[in-house]
């Protein structure tokens, strides 16, 4: 459970987060940022998300447009030069179906 060690005037650089239990790590964080989010709050979301997804791996997807749009411009380069799809795979660890989408638009 967090317990915080920061005073409300803390920052988020500040923070002291879990590098094992992404629970801790985010609420530490949230403790951090937002002086009204008080450890008891923290504690009752921790107890109320553990009981929801203990035991799971939850998917944690990166936001849409993050990084992806020069990624996708790279991806479309290398296709233009000739790179083989198979290839272009592996460096962008990106599905073949996938791949055919960002050449395509």
């Given at each position: 459970?967090?317990?915080?060690?920061?005073?409300?005037?803390?920052?988020?650089?500040?923070?002291?987060?879990?590098?094992?239990?992404?629970?801790?790590?985010?609420?530490?964080?949230?403790?951090?940022?937002?002086?009204?989010?008080?450890?008891?709050?923290?504690?009752?979301?921790?107890?109320?998300?553990?009981?929801?997804?203990?035991?799971?791996?939850?998917?944690?997807?990166?936001?849409?447009?993050?990084?992806?749009?020069?990624?996708?411009?790279?991806?479309?380069?290398?296709?233009?030069?000739?790179?083989?799809?198979?290839?272009?795979?592996?460096r962008y660890k990106v599905s073949r179906s996938r791949l055919w989408q960002?050449?395509?638009?």
């Amino acid at each position: 459970m967090v317990t915080p060690t920061h005073s409300k005037a803390a920052t988020p650089a500040a923070h002291a987060g879990s590098e094992n239990d992404i629970i801790e790590d985010m609420l530490s964080l949230v403790l951090a940022m937002a002086p009204g989010f008080t450890a008891e709050l923290a504690k009752q979301a921790d107890k109320q998300i553990r009981a929801k997804w203990a035991g799971d791996r939850p998917y944690i997807a990166r936001r849409s447009g993050e990084g992806s749009s020069e990624r996708n411009a790279q991806i479309k380069a290398d296709y233009l030069r000739g790179e083989r799809i198979a290839l272009l795979e592996r460096r962008y660890k990106v599905s073949r179906s996938r791949l055919w989408q960002i050449i395509k638009s």
